[in-house]
């Protein structure tokens, strides 16, 4: 099950407008098939995504800690295979 928002281009802005707190993200491919999903802090996760050119867009949801944002990551995941 992807996460509940729109699909934003991985660009500059996207960046620029992710916060700087913990959470899940996906990255996905100009179709908007899902390419990886992870966590971290967001805003420090997505600007590595866009230098290395990870995907073409992302979404994301903010959790309170690490810790949960890597558990709803794992469950994520699971729910994706």
């Given at each position: 099950m992807p996460l509940q928002k729109s699909w934003r281009d991985l660009d500059r802005d996207a960046v620029a407008a992710a916060p700087d707190r913990p959470g899940v993200y996906e990255l996905g491919d100009g179709s908007g098939t899902v390419l990886a999903v992870d966590h971290g802090v967001l805003r420090d996760e997505l600007k590595s995504a866009?230098?290395?050119?990870d995907g073409d867009c992302v979404r994301w949801t903010e959790a309170h800690t690490l810790e949960r944002a890597a558990?709803?990551?794992?469950?994520?995941r699971d729910r994706l295979e």
């Open positions: 866009l230098a290395y050119g558990e709803l990551a794992a469950e994520h």
